[in-house]
């Protein structure tokens, strides 16, 4: 019992780090790894016990999850309670989230280079700078758009 725990636990922590590393919060990819593990629809309290955080942390959490299309929320007609469950593909809703944070970034990046455009007006340095950067950021929203595209196998 012990050994299955532990392997739960780093089942827990690697989805956890993979969901830090494309900037979403742990708990995101531990609502995540939960479901895989218990292969069950789950309630919200459930969740919240199972992956150590209090049940309005994993309640926003699942909003976001929800969004991406990585869970849905289901009643059952037996009781009262919400439950939730994995939805779609895997892989394809990672993709989707690793994406959505790249173009919130490559537009924040963008916007930003507008507002220093003023600021560096008179030098011709800087404004070559900005220009070069700009174009990368752009070049990056390019492939970023083509990324989005590519259909999984």
């Known amino acids: 019992m012990e050994r299955k725990q532990t392997?739960?636990?780093?089942?827990?922590?690697?989805?956890?780090?993979?969901?830090s590393s494309i900037g979403y919060s742990?708990?995101?990819?531990?609502i995540i790894?939960?479901?895989?593990?218990?292969?069950?629809?789950?309630?919200?309290?459930?969740l919240a016990k199972?992956?150590?955080?209090?049940?309005?942390?994993?309640?926003?959490?699942l909003d976001l999850l929800e969004v991406l299309g990585v869970v849905k929320k289901v009643k059952k007609t037996a009781d009262r309670k919400l439950y939730i469950e994995l939805s779609g593909d895997l892989l394809e809703c990672l993709k989707k989230a690793f994406v959505m944070r790249l173009e919130k970034s490559i537009?924040?990046?963008?916007?930003?280079?507008?507002?220093?455009?003023?600021?560096?007006?008179?030098?011709?340095?800087?404004?070559r700078t900005l220009r070069i950067l700009e174009d990368e950021i752009k070049?990056?929203?390019?492939y970023v758009r083509l990324l989005s595209?590519?259909?999984?196998?």
């Open 107 to 127: 537009s924040e990046s963008l916007d930003s280079f507008e507002g220093l455009k003023s600021s560096a007006e008179g030098d011709p340095e800087a404004q």
């Open 50 to 61: 199972s992956t150590g955080y209090s049940s309005s942390m994993v309640s926003l959490s």
């Open 33 to 46: 790894g939960v479901l895989l593990v218990k292969r069950k629809s789950m309630s919200l309290q459930e």
């Open 7 to 19: 392997v739960e636990r780093r089942i827990l922590n690697t989805f956890a780090d993979v969901a």
């Open 139 to 142: 070049r990056l929203d390019r």
């Open 26 to 30: 742990p708990l995101h990819g531990k």
């Open 149 to 153: 595209k590519i259909r999984l196998p």
